[in-house]
DNA sequence: TCAGCATGTTTGGCACAACAGAACTGTGTT
DNA sequence: AACACAGTTCTGTTGTGCCAAACATGCTGA
């Protein structure tokens, strides 16, 4: 099987049953954890679950109590209800800190958000698709919010854009092939050519845009950073409202943005975004 | 099973096997995760963990491969290596998301790291014992790591004894048969006597001092917050090296956690300390 | 070049773990 | 009181998920 695809940016839609060796009662406890993570604090019943769960509220039952065992869900009151574990925590501190980007990333983008007052992000790349994996909040009212963990499509937000702008073509056309690169707004990027062209301005001006392109009113630009060995590793990106942002303020912001990606970067012992379109080692079209 | 010789409140050891629901397959892979947490970021082989699981190779690759289809976990190269996938860092900011504690309690921590320079880090209580579910480094080069998420016993760390220090005598005492008070260093507080005058103070002090009694060379002082319903959700606590603080500081900064705290029980609709202890909602002894 | 070893992967058959459904308990409502 | 409903417990049966052993692959050193 040569396209081991591992493209699906949808988590829920597991049932590709063309794996042979899924273990039922596994799968279902995975899905029972994402559906405890889509309760947030409040929780679901036995029976609420089970319904979701299209499973039997005995054997729903069953599998509450094994993650509560191991504390991967607690039962709260009243009427038990049941929500997440703190064994949860600990399974993402250690990803987290095996990835070392937080550590790094964390002061970077508090700095950053300290400066702009606006909400900054940390995505990875995952084989090119941004996945969000830490957020620094802004002062204001309007949160923007995140699912953090998430695989996302890459085409409509600016730090998508941003680690697309460090891969080379033929990926690219294989992203958009693979995702289809569906509309979100009307400002939405929907061509292969109209994409190519917004990474290629990009890559060249150091930061990525996306001016309404995922949500009416909210304006983000980012930045990818890249590792010892010249690979984009992910990107920050700084979320607002566009009416916050005048047009001349955007080239300004965007190379704080990029400054701020850089210093990522050289935490992570790896070359400026200058240094690495300098290099020769960036693939170029 | 002779003592695990690391003081261990005990996660692992989950094979009470009274528990007649227990899930055999579910029940080996929340372990299989555990496995993979303790990995970090170089991951695990297929035959370690068979061996660690004590499982045969193949139910151990079945597990495995059912947890990277719901990207639980992931396979890195080379020589097939396996460890956590994003899919739990979605699990964590659903459940810290849900306990609405790092939002109000992240910047606390922060200006409190600024101001200080010390690591800060926040514990919710989980029946009078704390669990640490985030941390904000210092500056310095020297870190103090902490494993999130684990139930860690109560009577040798700052942020323990001031959660301990919002509880009655009798929980306080069944605290101490549960646990027996273990040892750490020589200045562990390791009598019940010992423990509820260390705890008094605390209490009218307002904050409670870890000299040394978990880790040599080690100072920390924590400070409860409580909800709106007066009941103490947990506490902050900051960590240094006892060097670093001269005795005439003490107080000073732990009334600077103590207020740093109270911020956060602002933030959560409830009382500060003073009020709380003022309020009789406080157990007496 | 070829055994020899140590991985990861695949298969198939059997046993019993884990299903579903029904019975039981408890709590709040009319 | 009787009801309705949700959370538990019990039990028989089936199909799931176990394991052993075979297969594939990659590395080592003779």
Redesign the interface.
């Known amino acids: 099987m040569p396209g081991k695809s591992d493209t699906d940016p949808d988590?829920t839609n597991?049932e590709?049953s063309g794996?042979r060796?899924?273990?039922q009662?596994?799968?279902?406890?995975?899905?029972l954890?994402?559906l405890?993570?889509?309760?947030?604090?409040?929780g679901f019943t036995v029976t609420e679950l089970s319904q979701q769960l299209e499973t039997s509220k005995s054997s729903t039952?069953?599998?509450l109590?094994?993650?509560v065992?191991?504390?991967?869900a607690t039962e709260i009151q009243p009427g038990p209800r049941y929500?997440?574990?703190?064994?949860?925590?600990?399974?993402?501190?250690?990803?987290?800190?095996?990835?070392?980007l937080t550590?790094i990333g964390r002061p970077v983008m508090?700095e950053l958000t300290a400066r702009t007052g606006w909400t900054t992000r940390l995505a990875v790349a995952?084989n090119g698709f941004p996945?969000f994996?830490d957020r620094v909040?802004g002062p204001g009212t309007i949160r923007f919010h995140t699912?953090?963990?998430?695989?996302e499509l890459p085409h409509h937000s600016a730090a998508g854009k941003a680690i697309m702008s460090a891969l080379d073509a033929g990926r690219i056309r294989a992203i958009a092939q693979e995702t289809g690169l569906p509309g979100r707004t009307r400002n939405t990027i929907t061509t292969v050519d109209d994409l190519l062209a917004d990474l290629a301005t990009s890559r060249t001006r150091g930061f990525a845009i996306d001016d309404e392109e995922d949500d009416e009113g909210v304006f983000c630009l980012g930045a990818a950073f890249l590792d010892r060995t010249g690979t984009c590793l992910g990107s920050i990106s700084v979320t607002g409202l566009k009416r916050d942002i005048p047009t001349w303020r955007v080239r300004e912001l965007g190379e704080s943005v990029r400054a701020h990606a850089d210093d990522i970067s050289i935490g992570l012992g790896g070359p400026t975004w200058h240094e690495y379109l300098a290099g020769g080692k960036a693939p170029t079209w």
Chains 1, 2 share one sequence.
């Not at 065992?69 to 991967?72: G, I, K, T």
Request: charged residues 30%; without cysteine.
């Open positions: 988590d597991v590709t794996d060796y899924k273990l009662g596994v799968a279902r406890a995975l899905r954890l994402d405890l993570a889509d309760a947030g604090a409040t039952f069953a599998l109590r094994t993650l065992a191991h504390s991967y929500r997440l574990g703190r064994a949860v925590i600990r399974l993402a501190d250690s990803l987290t800190e095996g990835l070392g550590e508090q995952d996945v994996i909040d699912q953090l963990g998430r695989r």
